[in-house]
């Protein structure tokens, strides 16, 4: 039966990253989105609590812990909660190091988890969705041929830190499975392009990558001959994707009801109103509504079951979730909330891209 009882690992989790959010992410997340940057402090200080590298063995220089979903779907809450760009930024280097952990082999966890666990953030990511209007993830477009090494062909978008990571997971279909090659920065046949302009996460710099006949070595798929599993690859950027959802709702509904009790019209609340009323009550069903659900997914992942269904359901639901929620949000605010200085606006436009996150984090 799943349980509702965080343990006391995840409770001190959600407690480091909660004051996190508070004091350093809530306090510039608006600057961070009209300047498109984020302060490397920020980030080196995210980087110091050690929590995106504790999945990685110590003999590697992480610490060691048990991975488990749950905790990481816990994390990513309420990172999002505090802003989803810095979260996104924060948490790319985990679309490199948990494929590697879980399905790399010994070589390619020697050579790509040590130069992660140093005392400084170190760039890595994972390049999954790609630029078409027929975009299927269990259908991807980008090729990987075997001729001696891999030739990887096809195009990429949405690749958090592209331009700076020191190496890139790219997702590719070989004969008629989806596999993963790790690719190195400065790979002959790998172009970057320029930063995207994106209607939210605009702090979070995402670039389209080109894959022209890219060659790499055979030792570069990740697990090796047996290769990795997709699936579970798949389901737990899923989970991850939906609790950031939930973060991000969840900020709107706690800013929309506390308005709707201190904002006077007419000589009362207007939470008063029914209206009202009824549209941060279907807010508060919604968060906690999508919050089961991943929490959920989470739970069977970590029982290493088959969560394929879970997972889609949880990420599926959330990404309804985070639009309706946050245009409710922007509604109780009545025309303030489609003024620039609201933060309901910037969490609009970031909850309306859920939908097309996909594969861009991972718990």
């Not at 790790?182 to 995207?196: M, Q």
Request: aromatic content about 10%; overall charge negative.
């Amino acid at each position: 039966m799943i349980s509702f009882s965080p343990s006391e690992e995840q409770k001190m989790v959600v407690s480091t990253v909660k004051q996190f959010a508070t004091d350093v992410m809530r306090k510039k997340f608006r600057d961070c989105d009209e300047s498109g940057e984020i302060p490397a402090e920020i980030i080196d200080t995210a980087w110091e609590l050690g929590l995106v590298i504790s999945c990685i063995p110590e003999q590697w220089g992480g610490s060691g812990w048990d991975h488990s979903a749950l905790t990481g779907v816990l994390m990513a809450e309420e990172l999002a909660w505090g802003d989803l760009s810095m979260a996104m930024h924060i948490l790319a280097p985990s679309l490199a190091i948990l494929p590697i952990v879980e399905m790399g082999t010994e070589e390619q966890k020697n050579k790509y988890l040590p130069p992660l666990c140093g005392g400084k953030f170190a760039s890595a990511t994972a390049s999954f969705v790609e630029p078409r209007f027929d975009f299927d993830c269990n259908e991807l477009g980008t090729t990987a041929r075997k001729n001696g090494g891999y030739t990887l062909s096809g195009q990429k978008c949405y690749v958090p830190l592209a331009a700076d990571a020191g190496f890139n997971l790219v997702y590719a279909r070989e004969g008629s499975s989806n596999q993963v090659f790790i690719v190195e920065k400065g790979a002959k046949g790998l172009e970057i392009g320029a930063k995207e302009k994106n209607m939210g996460i605009k702090a979070l710099a995402t670039y389209e990558l080109s894959l022209k006949d890219c060659k790499v070595p055979l030792e570069s798929r990740l697990g090796g001959d047996k290769g990795c599993d997709f699936k579970r690859l798949s389901n737990l950027s899923r989970v991850a994707l939906a609790a950031m959802a939930v973060g991000v709702g969840r900020s709107t509904l706690e800013f929309s009801r506390d308005y709707a009790r201190d904002r006077y019209a007419f000589g009362e609340p207007i939470g008063s109103r029914q209206a009202v009323a009824f549209m941060v009550a279907d807010m508060a069903i919604e968060v906690d509504a999508a919050r089961l659900l991943a929490w959920e997914a989470a739970w069977k992942l970590d029982r290493q079951e088959d969560a394929t269904r879970e997972s889609c359901l949880a990420k599926t639901y959330a990404d309804n979730m985070a639009m309706l929620v946050t245009d409710y949000g922007v509604q109780v605010m009545g025309g303030h909330g489609y003024v620039r200085d609201n933060p309901v606006e910037l969490w609009f436009r970031n909850g309306r891209g859920f939908p097309t996150f996909t594969g861009m984090a991972i718990v």
